[in-house]
């Protein structure tokens, strides 16, 4: 079981990875780039998207190991945390006033990954 619920975290991951990293990333930034808004605006929040891409690649990559070699289930103290956090940061920031952000699914992925990989210790 415990397998099975670190390749489906990893599974969301990764397919979150590719959606984000290159459907989202076109939208994205053809939105930014059509926005009046400084050269070095637009560079950090294309910086900013690259990073979360990133970070789903290494999230998905922690938990496959894990999956593969459970000696190193420490690994996924800080894979659930970053996630957690993350998901946090998207409800605090939408009861801040940026409502449109839990029509968005990192909220939902980023607290599914966590779940699965928390159900898993």
């Known amino acids: 079981m415990t397998f099975w619920l670190l390749i489906g975290?990893?599974?969301?991951?990764?397919?979150a990875m590719c959606f984000h990293g290159v459907l989202g990333?076109?939208?994205?930034?053809?939105?930014i780039n059509a926005a009046e808004m400084q050269g070095r605006t637009k560079s950090l929040s294309a910086v900013s998207?690259?990073?979360?891409?990133g970070q789903l690649f290494v999230t998905g990559a922690t938990l496959l190991y894990v999956a593969y070699t459970p000696a190193a289930a420490l690994m996924l103290?800080?894979?659930i945390a970053v996630n957690i956090v993350g998901a946090l940061i998207f409800v605090v920031l939408y009861f801040?006033?940026?409502k449109f952000l839990?029509?968005?699914?990192?909220?939902?992925l980023q607290a599914a990954?966590?779940?699965l990989g928390w159900a898993t210790l």
Do not use: C, E, K, Q
Not at 9 to 14: E, K, Q, V
Not at 49 to 53: G, I, P
């Open 9 to 15: 975290a990893a599974g969301i991951s990764f397919f």
């Open 25 to 31: 990333r076109r939208m994205y930034l053809g939105n």
């Open 49 to 53: 998207w690259d990073v979360f891409t």
């Open 77 to 79: 103290y800080p894979i």
């Open 96 to 98: 801040a006033g940026h």
């Open 102 to 108: 839990l029509t968005l699914p990192g909220a939902y």
């Open 113 to 115: 990954i966590a779940g």
